[in-house]
Nanobody, 123 residues
């Protein structure tokens, strides 16, 4: 059974930065695509970024492309999301998720989810 634990969320002023981390248990981490998603109150869960198992493929949503960076350390079973130039619209609960070897942006293609970490950006 895979367990994912996110950390690094918090309250930050607009223009600031946060680095989210997600530690995974289990033996399949290095083979799996890892994704970050976010969900604001009353909204659907949206794709933010993904990284393939070997980190050769990364892909970002349009709103994240120039401000966020996803990375991973397979030796530590950890995936990161560096978020810069944060905006109030980035306020949401951020989730990491583990999928298969194939990189998908769809929520339904990810099998395991963390509990989420709150990011709040004040104006």
């Amino acid at each position: 059974q895979v367990q994912l634990v996110e950390s690094g969320g918090g309250l930050v002023q607009a223009g600031g930065s946060l680095r989210l981390s997600c530690v995974a248990s289990g033996h399949t981490f290095s083979e799996s695509t890892m994704g970050w998603f976010r969900q604001a109150p009353g909204q659907e869960r949206d794709f933010v970024a993904l990284i393939s198992g070997t980190a050769t493929i990364t892909y970002y949503s349009e709103f994240a492309r120039d401000r966020f960076t996803i990375s991973r350390d397979n030796a530590k079973n950890t995936v990161y999301l560096q978020m810069n130039s944060l905006k109030p619209d980035d306020t949401a609960v951020y989730f990491c998720a583990q999928g298969s070897e194939i990189p998908y942006t769809n929520v339904g293609k990810y099998d395991y989810w963390g509990q989420g970490t709150q990011v709040t950006v004040s104006s």
